[in-house]
């Protein structure tokens, strides 16, 4: 619902660090969205698409990671992806089978890199 | 070609805002609270009786958004304490920038707790940091139990969950206890809460709980 602002502060900050270049040209855009961020990751690529249509930066490659949920087992430590079928609740340890685990990511919303070409 | 890496939140400019407000919530202690749900959970009238309940001399304020209509803030305002209305004029959340504007004409050394009523919706405002102390999410029994697994990114965000209108739980098909688990499953720590405010069944836990909470935001340390 709200991946139109995400996109345009994504570009926003992307346009900024090109800016910083001088002569250089945002070539492409990468992201890193995880499952509990809020955010869909094609809603995120659909906005971002919408909002430079018209502009400069109309052929700007934009890539999304998606990054599961991950939780690390309190019994043995092993830090695992939760299950696709399942990627927002608490699944057991597949190594140990305990239940006691603790979330650790999965709820980025982060821009990892620009590629920009530089005369 | 060259890749620079950036490694910065997207919401950059909104998390500077929030830790700018977290602070200044610390340095002046006052507790405060974001409260989530759907449109139509009870956020507004949760926050009547609550102000309700409180003393003329208590030092509370409330924050309250909405796409359109001064409508809560005329609701909110008949206990005597400072509410501002948000219009967010199509926005489906409030962000840091709304809530810094809106602090500008209010002290915060007069306030021992600031609540803020955020849209209703259980998408959006689950990426925006308003600088509070805890999110509150509400759920009331006449919407599905499946909603922390359907929205599992707010339920994951909130530290508080508060059941709401459980005086009609006679009457609707919901099923408390698979609300619990659901909650649970996508927040093993979540804490969780009954209210209903027709009946003001549950309203002393939830006194209790804000009591407390204000209790420990009195000694925080405030990091600088």
């Known amino acids: ?119 | 070609m060259t890749v620079v890496r950036m490694e910065e939140k997207v919401l950059n400019e909104n998390q500077r805002i929030a830790l700018d407000l977290r602070r200044r919530f610390q340095e002046n202690q006052v507790l405060c609270l974001n409260l989530v749900s759907s449109p139509g959970s009870g956020k507004t009238t949760l926050l009547e009786s609550t102000l309700a309940s409180f003393r003329p001399e208590e030092r509370v304020a409330v924050l309250t958004g909405d796409l359109q209509t001064e409508n809560d803030a005329r609701r909110l305002m008949r206990y005597g304490f400072p509410v501002q209305q948000i219009v967010t004029g199509g926005v489906c959340h409030l962000d840091g920038k709304m809530i810094e504007r809106a602090l500008g004409k209010w002290s915060l050394a007069d306030l021992d707790i600031l609540f803020i009523e955020n849209v209703g919706n259980l998408v959006c405002p689950s990426s925006y940091d308003l600088g509070e102390e805890s999110k509150i999410v509400l759920l009331s029994v006449t919407e599905g139990e499946d909603k922390p697994l359907k929205y599992p990114s707010m339920f994951h965000k909130a530290s508080l969950l508060v059941l709401t209108k459980i005086d009609l739980l006679p009457y609707v098909p919901f099923d408390i206890d698979a609300a619990r688990a659901n909650a649970r499953s996508v927040h093993p720590e979540m804490e969780i809460l009954e209210v209903s405010c027709s009946t003001g069944k549950g309203m002393d836990a939830w006194l209790a709980w804000l009591r407390k909470r204000r209790a420990t935001t009195g000694m925080l340390t405030v990091e600088r």
């Open chain 1, 1 to 119: 619902m709200h991946e139109v602002g995400i996109a345009s502060s994504i570009l926003e900050a992307s346009l900024a660090e090109t800016a910083r270049r001088p002569g250089a040209r945002l070539v492409s855009i990468g992201v890193r969205v995880g499952v509990l961020s809020g955010v869909d990751a094609d809603a995120l690529q659909f906005a971002f698409e919408c909002l430079v249509a018209d502009t400069d930066e109309r052929n700007v490659a934009f890539s999304v990671e998606t990054c599961p949920r991950v939780n690390r087992c309190e019994q043995c430590g092993h830090e695992f992806d939760s299950p696709s079928n399942a990627p927002f609740t608490d699944a057991p340890c597949p190594q140990c089978q305990c239940r006691q685990t603790r979330f650790v990511s999965g709820d980025q919303l982060d821009l990892k890199f620009i590629e920009v070409e530089e005369p």
